[in-house]
């Protein structure tokens, strides 16, 4: 049986499709289940997850062009609320101050996410 070019395009079209999505699947089987939800689940979803990525680790393009620390790491987690509050008010390196453009209770409550981030 021969294949014509019409339908060996919409089987090489159907086959790319296929390995996307499944790539797609594979990706999202693979994180770590995150409540992205309350207590600054929000806020970190809106302001930190696009570097440190939805579940801390910062596996995601930004954070390794960064090199951002894991959130979940034993290193970040041993740290204090007042160092971690520190960082995330007035940022450090090359993350941002967050103090002026979210509010104080907000940092708080970045803080209190990031620990629930605990491996």
């Not at 089987?29 to 696009?50: H, L, Q, W, Y």
């Amino acid at each position: 049986m021969t294949l014509s070019i019409k339908e060996l395009k919409k089987a090489a079209v159907l086959a790319t499709l296929l390995i996307m999505l499944a790539a797609v699947l594979l990706q999202s089987s693979s994180r770590a289940a995150v409540p992205i939800t309350g207590d600054g689940g929000e806020t970190f979803k809106a302001k930190c997850a696009s570097c440190h990525g939805p579940n801390g680790t910062g596996n995601t393009a930004a954070g390794k062009a960064l090199k951002v620390r894991d959130l979940s790491s034993s290193e970040v987690q041993a740290q204090t609320d007042k160092q971690l509050l520190e960082i995330v008010a007035k940022g450090k390196g090359k993350m941002p101050a967050f103090e002026k453009s979210l509010g104080a209770d907000k940092c708080k409550e970045l803080v209190a996410f990031v620990r629930t981030l605990k491996k």
